[in-house]
Structures are given as C-alpha cells and as structure tokens.
C-alpha cells in the first residue's frame, strides 16, 4: 500500500519561513516528485517538482523563494519555503510518480501565512 505522510505546516508570520517534508511508503522506484497547493476557492496550483535525478522545477510564484529537494535513501521530499507571503496560505500536497507513471497523493498540510 502506497502512504505519502506530509509533515505539518502550521502558521506562519510574513516573510518567515517553513520547511515541508513528505515521506513516501510502498513504492520501490520513484521518478518525479513535488508539491502542488490549494488555496481557498481557488483551483490545485503546481508549486514544484524534482525530477527522478534531482533536477528542480519551479512555479514563477514561487521560484527565488522555494527550494525543493529530496532524500531518495529516506524516500522523502521537501520543500523549504522562504519570504512567505499571504498568498503562499493553502494546503499543500505532496505527490510522487512510481516506475511506471502513477501518480499518488499526501492527504494535504495546512499553511497559514498571516500576522
């Protein structure tokens, strides 16, 4: 059975920063992951993704402000998020894609960004 765990987000001042983590289970070859968000009333928006070799991609709105990485021993990705902005306010979701093109889901992180 196939588990994405996604760390906790949490609430967070302006211009702080946060660190999300997911930690995948029951997948033996991972090639892409990442992170998509969803803000209230708004559609599923792509934040990320690091390819299979570590090659990171970002989204305009936040490239300069996240980095993504991954730790394939640990099978977790991450997503260090800087210079939050209200915007950033969404809940975050991690995915993976296994060997043959599947895609799989975390249940979703609460990120609050306000004063």
């Known amino acids: 059975q196939v588990q994405l765990v996604e760390s906790r987000g949490g609430l967070v001042q302006p211009g702080g920063s946060l660190r999300l983590s997911c930690v995948v289970s029951?997948?033996?070859?991972?090639?892409?992951m990442g992170w998509y968000r969803q803000a209230p009333g708004k559609q599923r928006e792509w934040v990320a993704t690091i390819t299979g070799p570590g090659r990171p991609i970002y989204a305009n709105s936040v490239k300069g402000r996240c980095s993504i990485s991954r730790d394939n021993a640990m099978k977790t990705v991450y997503l260090q998020m800087n210079s939050l902005k209200s915007e950033d306010t969404a809940v975050y979701y991690c995915f993976v894609l296994d060997s043959r093109g599947n895609d799989y889901w975390g249940q979703g992180t609460q990120v609050t960004v306000s004063s």
């Open positions: 029951g997948i033996f070859s991972m090639n892409d």
